[in-house]
């Protein structure tokens, strides 16, 4: 039985009422940019004057405005606030070796840190449900991440939420009703993560790595978890329309995860998934296009310009016209990295490129008020300076504040 509403929802919805109410107490603060370029609609204009007043976008024009003080930025280009629908970083941030444990609030902050740096101001902080992994320690119970989350959340720069992620072939699939709200959670995927399935079809040995690594138990043990989830992904039907239907009754996205084939994404579509995230083929990707689906590739993947386990390339996907956006997988840094890499090797435009780590990710996850610079819209926007041949962050806004430095 799926829980429903919770005390962590509601507390991230009195939050929001709060901003909303010191939004009002903004209505003086007036800040106009002019910069050498920005994205604006999803376009590309040049030297635009964009000006900020209570959090919003007032206003973008030609033309300085009268009577407001110019910041000039000239050498720098202003993009919306990047959104990162898929972080999955937390486990590797809280246990960078093997038996060392650090605190999750500390742990959320960093990954704060990081993303603000990066132009991020909107992310989705990935937290997994596996009864196997978190049986030995590997993985957090969900549940306390949400609660972590909740307790920083007022002194983080970015606006961060949950993406929760159900691994159909472990042993069990509790449904904590509690973390599917949308005040706390925007994305829901399914995975199967198992020896000579999915991504790990032709390379049982990564399966092995990446799975048992850090395992406990003695090798008899852990040949039986392989086995045990090697069978249990034969037939993952009825996990995955449980997991569908918690995220329909709580409005969440809904995501398959590495899609093989088209039949992959013809399933994931007759369950009520939306979007197709790391489909392996072009074929699957293609087919998650014809269906209506949103596709979603990894920034690192389009950053080198191969899959590390030799699966569709994300720049293909990119060229064919297939990809609605990028995220930052494992690696947060990829974000605007891939995007400016995509422009420099001629794989998208400027524009087509940014609106895959902005725009896009807006829309595919359903946030209407962000992801744009466009009057009404809230001000969360990134100043990038890429004089260097690689795109540095010098300033970050959000809800119109500035995020990087004390002034």
Sequence with gaps: ???????????????????????????????????????????????????????????????????????????????PGVIDLHSDSLCRRRQPRPGTRFPLGPTIAQADTEAISNGVTTQCLCVTIDRDLTAWGDVVDPLRWLDALVSQRSRLRTDSYLHVRFELSAEQLPLPGRLLDRGSTRMVSYMVHAPGVGQYTHDHVAWQGLYLGSHPGAPEERARLASARRVRAQDTSAARLLVAEAARTAGIPLASHDDVTPEDVVTAAGAGATISEFPLTIEAAVEARRLGMSVVVGAPNAWQGRSHLAWLSARAAVRAGVVDAMVSDYHPCSMLEAAYSLVQDQCASWADALNLVTRGPARVAGFSDRGEITEGLVADIAAVDVAAGTPLVRQVWRNGVAQLGLG
């Design 1 to 79: 039985m799926v829980e429903r509403g919770g005390g962590a929802g509601h507390a991230f919805l009195q939050e929001a009422a709060d901003t909303a109410h010191t939004r009002s107490h903004m209505k003086d603060t007036v800040v106009t940019l002019h910069s050498r370029r920005a994205l604006v609609d999803g376009r590309e204009m040049a030297d635009p004057f964009v000006t900020i007043r209570g959090g919003v976008v007032e206003e973008v024009s030609r033309h300085s405005p009268r009577r407001n003080q110019v910041t000039e930025i000239r050498s720098l280009d202003l993009i």
